[in-house]
């Protein structure tokens, strides 16, 4: 057997174990049901998953899944068999978000900031010990991650955050102003980067702590939303104490870290994990043969640029699967974001070119007001994880060895 057709068979008994696994509990979590082909229930539908006040339910219920999934090695194929994993690839991963997407099951939201940018960051940069307390409370779903990286004077250029911490014995004393921070009306734990070097360059004067949003002086207050959600944040940071164990890599490396959740989390926000899910598509599908008659010429051009978008996707999405070439490898999650956000926006216009003015005002008919959340939450996916113009500069100076831009042009 050669090492590939190994390596399909391992895949394939992997997956039949899952599917049965999941099927098993599958009724627990409310898993399986086809929206698009009931035309009744919630037909919620958003492009920003938002967790707003009053979800309390709906988190203990990810929270009970993803525990579920861990203790049967579901939760993380890939990772070492001592913090809860079981040593196989990330395809194996690849294959749980696939097929409980297919399945209808919840979507994690609550959990894709401490999955998808606070874990990668401890795995690659944490020492043993912090890795053995944090991984296995993440995966499991027993700690909520939150990432404290944007500060009012500090988005795009957040080399230039301006939270400090201060040594004090085996603490170190943090106090700053975090803000747009998803989930921690939710998190048990935050990502934070602060400046511990005053002196030294901007970049080189980093350093990346968790900490316990539970702190004695971590204030946490929402901000609204024009989806009327209220799922991110302002953080206060009043001389919060944090032990020298709760830092991520070296001090004075923390840019390296954010290098590492950043790129993590734009590769994220496409794929299974992203916003162009099955569910959406089917959805999509599902309204536009609906409503198909109703729609002219216009809707065609709009049905021919909806589906581009999401192939152009879908294609990058498989071929960071497979691999990049090492010169494109550093920027994939930049492209797979101005991809994504591209197919979203085409969604968006489809599904307004269908609707029309349902679009606007709750009638009450199932699966059409419910596509203006999707609507006004793109705009928020050009910012999120770093704005288009960010993504646009990463990809024309790593990638292509562009020069920068002079300053004052
Ligand atoms: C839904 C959502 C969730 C978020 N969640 C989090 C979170 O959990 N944690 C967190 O830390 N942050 C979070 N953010 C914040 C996000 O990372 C920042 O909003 C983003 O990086 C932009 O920073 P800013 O808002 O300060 O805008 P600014 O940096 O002030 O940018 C303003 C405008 O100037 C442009 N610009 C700035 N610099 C350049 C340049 N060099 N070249 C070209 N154009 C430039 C930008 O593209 C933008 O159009 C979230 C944002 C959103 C929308």
Known sequence: MTITQERQTDLTDFRDGLRAFLRRIADDFGAGARLSDEHQGCDRIASVEELREGHEDRVRLVRRLQAALYDAGYAWPSGPTDHGGRGLSAEHDLEVERLMNEMGFPSREALFVGLNI???????????????????????????????????????????????????????IITGQKVWTSMAHLADLGEALVRTDPDAPKHAGLTMFIIDMDSPGVTVRPIRQITGGAAFNEVFLDEVRVPDANRIGGAGEGWRVAATSLGSERSSMSGSTGPVTPHVLDRLHGLTGRLA?????????????????????????????????????????????????????????????????????????????????????????????????????????????????????
């Open 293 to 409: 008659a109703e729609a002219g010429p216009v809707h065609h051009e709009q049905v021919a640029r909806t589906v581009t978008a999401v192939a152009a996707l879908r294609a990058a999405e498989e071929l960071t699967e497979k691999s990049w070439s090492h010169t494109l490898a550093p920027i994939s999650g930049s492209v797979l974001k101005m991809l994504m956000v591209r197919a979203v926006d085409e969604i968006g216009r489809l599904a307004q070119s269908v609707l029309g003015e349902r679009i606007y005002f709750d009638s009450g008919e199932w699966d059409t007001y419910a596509w203006s959340e999707f609507v006004l939450g793109a705009p928020a996916l050009h910012i999120a994880g770093g704005t288009d113009e960010i993504q646009l500069n990463v990809i024309a100076q790593r990638g292509l060895g562009l020069p920068r831009p002079p300053k004052n042009t």
């Open 118 to 172: 606070v874990a990668p960051a401890v795995r690659h940069h944490g020492g043993d010990e912090l890795r053995a307390r944090v991984l296995p409370a993440l995966y499991r779903g027993d700690a909520i991650g939150c990432q404290l990286f944007s500060e009012p004077g500090a988005g795009s250029d957040l080399a230039g955050v301006s939270a400090r911490a201060v040594r004090d014995g085996n603490d170190w």
